[in-house]
């Protein structure tokens, strides 16, 4: 277990943000959290639980504690003729997961290869990419209650999940700190390629397998999404937003050539990329934030940016999307402070 005081979040989020924790506490297993909970009189307030900082903007210093799992393991603890179940570690980076899988042969996570982030996390925001979301193979969530440090599981429809929503981040948003993610994975399986220009990228590769399932949705994102490491983001910046659909009736008159996606009763959901494309965003730099080159949904710190750089620009764009097509887009990334 390890606490720090006045702390740089630097290289705790993937924005590359230089904001600071009054307390920043991390823990390696079930019991240090519970411990740390047990005496959180001596801790300042509020709590904010983070993984890997990927889908996070700090607007502000944080004045309260910051904490982080460092649970790792990842555990066969179920199997069946054609699928395993594993126990994740919370701290787990979401891609060694992803990665093991694919070597030992389980299907259903390869479409989620290289999304940054860690595992608990993965399951707080219903990751998803090329078709598949982590709600499909999320078993259970353990998850210790913040207020009390009793264990809680969750199967997987009390989580509520949908679109890049869960409990943990609605209802139940700070109340729990995620221990394990439950996972099932098929043996085998048919692949789910129909999303984008997947298959078409697999036509490069001799044989549709796990691997090569894998290598292409790499190939996909290096290609199109900034590596955090060398240029600070945070992926898709806003959501997609969905509409209905003679909302989406009236736009498509205007723009034919609008791409969408069915969404859930009868309403289509838009790509907000295509939407901030459009408005003529894509490569634009203000001060020290800018719009991708190479995917208008995500910005990018151009270096030495401050949340309030980014913010102010998500918001000017927010404003043409608004004007152009009276749709409001809504983040997809968490502010923090401001
Ligand atoms: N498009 C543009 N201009 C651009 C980029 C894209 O017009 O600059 C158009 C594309 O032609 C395409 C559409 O917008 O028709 C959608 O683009 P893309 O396939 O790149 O996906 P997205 O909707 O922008 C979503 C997820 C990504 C995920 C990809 C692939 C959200 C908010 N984002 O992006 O997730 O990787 O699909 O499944 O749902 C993330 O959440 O951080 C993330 C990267």
């Not at 997961?97 to 608990?120: A, K, Q, T, Y």
């Not at 679109?163 to 948003?173: N, P």
């Not at 790509?271 to 080159?293: E, S």
Request: glycine share 12%.
């Amino acid at each position: 277990m390890e606490r720090h005081n006045h702390y740089s979040l630097l290289a705790r989020n993937t924005f590359g943000i230089d904001a600071r924790a009054e307390a920043f506490v991390e823990y390696g297993t079930v019991e240090e959290l519970r411990q740390l909970l047990s005496g959180k009189e001596a801790l300042p307030l509020p709590f904010l639980h983070i993984g890997a900082g990927s889908n996070l903007l700090f607007v502000s210093d944080f004045e309260g504690t910051v904490f982080h799992s460092a649970i790792k393991g990842i555990d066969v603890v179920g199997e069946t003729e054609d699928s395993v179940c594993l126990r994740v570690g919370a701290g787990e980076l979401w891609d060694d997961f992803v990665s093991v899988c694919v070597r030992r042969g389980w299907h259903g996570v390869e479409n989620l290869s290289l999304i940054p982030g860690e595992v608990g996390a993965a399951a707080v925001q219903n990751i998803g990419a090329y078709g598949v979301e982590a709600k499909d193979v999320i078993g259970k969530v353990h998850a210790v209650e913040i207020r009390t440090g009793r264990r809680k599981v969750f199967l997987n429809r009390d989580c509520r999940y949908s679109y890049r929503q869960s409990i943990f981040k609605g209802e139940q948003k700070g109340k729990y700190a995620v221990t394990h993610v439950d996972f099932t994975l098929q043996k085998a399986g048919a692949f789910r390629l129909d999303y984008g220009n997947l298959r078409d990228e697999l036509r490069k590769y001799p044989e549709v397998n796990l691997e090569n399932v894998r290598r292409a949705v790499i190939a996909i994102r290096e290609a199109k999404l900034p590596d955090p490491k060398v240029t600070g983001n945070a992926g898709s910046f806003f959501m997609n937003p969905v509409v209905p659909a003679d909302v989406y009736g009236r736009l498509r008159q205007e723009y034919p050539d609008m791409p969408c996606y069915p969404a859930d009763g009868g309403c289509v959901k838009l790509p907000a990329a295509w939407l901030i494309d459009r408005c003529g965003w894509k490569g634009k730099t203000v001060g020290r934030a800018g719009v991708h080159d190479r995917q208008a949904l995500v910005l990018v710190n151009r270096g030495g940016a401050s949340g309030r750089d980014i913010v102010r620009l998500s918001e000017e764009i927010c404003r043409s999307v608004q004007e152009k097509f009276g749709i409001g887009l809504r983040p997809e990334v968490n502010f923090i402070g401001g």
